[in-house]
């Protein structure tokens, strides 16, 4: 059925969801994983005020103010490099052959590609479930990939704080 299984995970509250769908899937298929997580400057949360200064068209950047941005930026690289270590290491404890990948850049593509130059018989990714004007503004990386994949793709909605109804 599957034998190579891309999984995305950006750390929302929803990625540990999605990691154990995807081993539970893997494992049920014996299908090899791998775990890919994209960085990017230009989104929420990485973006940085240093960048949107207001009242003009050229910001300036003073150099210690670059100097705190790169370092902010290397130690997130780092801590989710380690993030994505922890999840490979307990896929494998759990018996499924998982690699991992951290790129920069545009998630959707970036996912494309990967999915492609991999050879992957499945993407399994996120949905955060943005709609009209939102998705516009903000991109929606699961409608990119759904529309350019090379392969099938399985979407896992987002948690939502629904409350309880007392019946």
Not at 13 to 39: C, D, G, P, R
Not at 60 to 86: C, F, V
Not at 87 to 103: H, I, Y
Not at 124 to 146: A, M
């Amino acid at each position: 059925m599957f034998n190579k299984i891309l999984v995305a995970l950006d750390n929302s509250e929803t990625s540990q969801y999605i990691f154990e769908q995807s081993v539970f899937l893997s494992k049920a298929t014996n299908a090899s994983m791998m775990l890919l997580h994209v960085l990017s400057p230009l989104e929420d949360p990485y973006l940085n005020p240093v960048f949107l200064q207001s009242g003009t068209i050229y910001p300036t950047l003073n150099t210690e103010a670059m100097n705190k941005y790169i370092e902010i930026w290397n130690e997130l690289k780092e801590e989710r490099l380690t993030w994505m270590r922890s999840l490979s290491k307990q896929a494998v404890n759990m018996g499924v052959n998982t690699d991992f990948v951290q790129d920069m850049g545009d998630a959707g593509r970036i996912i494309c590609k990967l999915a492609l130059d991999w050879q992957a018989d499945l993407i399994i990714i996120g949905r955060r479930g943005r709609t009209g004007i939102n998705e516009l503004l903000l991109g929606s990386v699961s409608n990119y990939v759904l529309h350019h994949a090379s392969c099938s793709v399985l979407t896992i909605q987002g948690f939502t704080s629904l409350p309880l109804v007392n019946t």
